[in-house]
């Protein structure tokens, strides 16, 4: 007989992005429901570059939940080309900052103060290194004449290996990685590195965004996130890395929410809202790959064990059961379309 209940120990999202203000709000408690702890990405407008800015917003973050849900946001740093050595020691003191994100310029969603040549970024990374303050990479290359789908395979050549090199002792997380290259590359690296994956990645390829599940063709905004969906052999890859015993792979959701309007437009921003769909997609994903006594590993330990946080001691269930994923959900003033809306999904997570 086919498993009706999952119980797992509760899971954390080691990469998320919660916005801020009235739309944070309306996305906090979707995630509050599922994890017990979240890695918040920093790339607010204007970005968060200070210690004291990531206090402040997980001030905001904390008053903004809901009674009755505990959660515990772990906050960020953006890297800059300006990041001081200073700001990273700051950054460890406080013990609420969990790592230091490095988006190259212009690489995604509110990137523009990203770095433009890591070369400049010599100081921080080494006050990292030394303060064992994890880096998180947005991995892609973006000059202009490289293929939007190579972006990922290229930045681990030209960017990612030189700097672990340079660094072999600092704590690297390649976030939602993407690629078999990406997998190959963490699954055979020295040192000190894990992965992210995202349940879109293990759920879908670049089909997604160009046609329905039934096949007919028309662009799916909703499906556009950065690093960009691929072919089904990465997807098989990042499936086989996600369900294997390898500790380096752990979940992170790359929850990503935007305004209906400015994903549904001429210029759709990237990104994929699955806060509140992010558990049940996972199992899904683990159950189309027979693995799913191997989801808890994934989503409940490995993050934790990296980031030398305690695994969680409560719970969470799912169960069996077909339910539709709403149209849309609040968002601020506007609204969001969370991913497979209008979609049936075989597990709901428990109330
Ligand atoms: C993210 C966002 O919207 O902030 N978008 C995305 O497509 N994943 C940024 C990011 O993580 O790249
Ligand atoms: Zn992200």
């Known amino acids: 007989m086919a498993t009706t209940t999952l119980t797992l120990t509760r899971p954390d999202d080691w990469h998320l992005h919660l916005r801020d203000g009235a739309a944070m709000a309306d996305v906090l408690p979707h995630t509050a429901r599922q994890f017990a702890r979240a890695i918040v990405m920093p790339n607010l407008k204007p970005p968060v570059t200070t210690t004291a800015q990531a206090v402040a917003y997980r001030q905001r973050i904390l008053a903004a939940l809901p009674p009755g849900l505990a959660f515990e946001p772990l906050m960020t740093l953006y890297l800059t080309d300006n990041t001081s050595a200073d700001e990273i020691r700051r950054a460890k003191a406080s013990g609420v900052v969990h790592g230091v994100k490095l988006y190259p310029?212009?690489?995604?969603?509110?990137?523009?103060?990203?770095?433009?040549?890591?070369r400049r970024c010599k100081v921080a990374l080494e006050t990292m290194q030394r303060e064992d303050m994890p880096l998180l990479i947005h991995g892609e290359v973006t000059h202009a004449e490289v293929?939007?789908?190579?972006?990922?395979?290229?930045?681990?050549?030209?960017?990612?290996?030189?700097?672990?090199?340079?660094?072999p002792?600092?704590?690297?997380?390649?976030?939602h990685i993407t690629t078999r290259a990406a997998v190959q590359y963490v699954t055979e690296a020295e040192g000190r590195i894990a992965a992210t994956i995202t349940a879109h990645h293990l759920l879908y390829n670049r089909n997604a965004i160009f046609l329905t599940p039934g096949g007919r063709a028309g662009v799916r905004p909703h499906y556009y996130c950065?690093?960009?969906?691929?072919?089904?052999?990465?997807?098989?890859?990042?499936?086989?890395?996600?369900?294997?015993?390898?500790?380096?792979f752990f979940l992170g959701t790359d929850s990503a929410p935007h305004p209906r309007g400015e994903k549904e437009s001429a210029c759709g921003c990237a990104g994929c809202f699955t806060a509140a769909t992010a558990l049940e997609m996972y199992a899904m994903a683990f159950e189309q790959a027979g693995a799913l006594d191997r989801l808890e590993a994934f989503a409940s330990f490995r993050g934790a064990d990296f980031y030398r946080l305690p695994r969680n001691a409560s719970r969470v269930t799912l169960e069996r059961r077909d339910w539709t994923v709403p149209e849309e959900l609040r968002f601020g003033e506007a609204t969001v379309v969370p991913l497979a809306a209008g979609e049936t999904l075989p597990w709901k997570l428990a109330a």
């Open 105 to 118: 310029a212009g690489a995604t969603t509110n990137s523009d103060s990203g770095v433009t040549d890591i």
């Open 226 to 248: 950065l690093p960009v969906l691929k072919r089904e052999i990465h997807r098989q890859a990042l499936l086989a890395a996600a369900t294997s015993d390898n500790a380096r």
């Open 169 to 175: 002792a600092l704590r690297v997380v390649l976030e």
């Open 147 to 167: 293929d939007v789908f190579d972006r990922e395979a290229r930045f681990i050549d030209e960017v990612l290996i030189p700097l672990r090199r340079s660094f």
